[in-house]
């Protein structure tokens, strides 16, 4: 699960796009669900937004274990072009929170767990 961690410079330290385009779309939160309804669930912190689309590192998944499909992975980033992107805004509790992946529960993480095994503390 760690080899998708990608580390990404703190809130408020980032170069954005365009930053007023940024403060807009995360003025409610800056947290996300992905695709609500969707069969696998994600969530995820926006890093970056302008006009072509989101940039997102995805915080949290609860894939359906008995569904097969495409499934995102803890720690990853995406760009999705805003003519394609659902999401519902969230909280950073519910966007961080437990991660079902597997059926063995040490791979269940939150994010800060899952950030702390990748950064090796």
Known sequence: M???YIQVPPHGQREY???S???QFTSESRFIQLYPGDTHSKWGEVIDAWSAGIKIRITRVKNKLSVSGVAYKVGSVHFIPMAKVSFKYVTEE???DMSLVSYAQDKNLTWDEFVAQA???
């Open 119 to 121: 950064e090796g503390v």
């Open 21 to 23: 385009y940024y403060l």
């Open 94 to 96: 519910e966007a961080s």
């Open 2 to 4: 760690t080899n998708a």
């Open 17 to 19: 796009m365009n930053t």
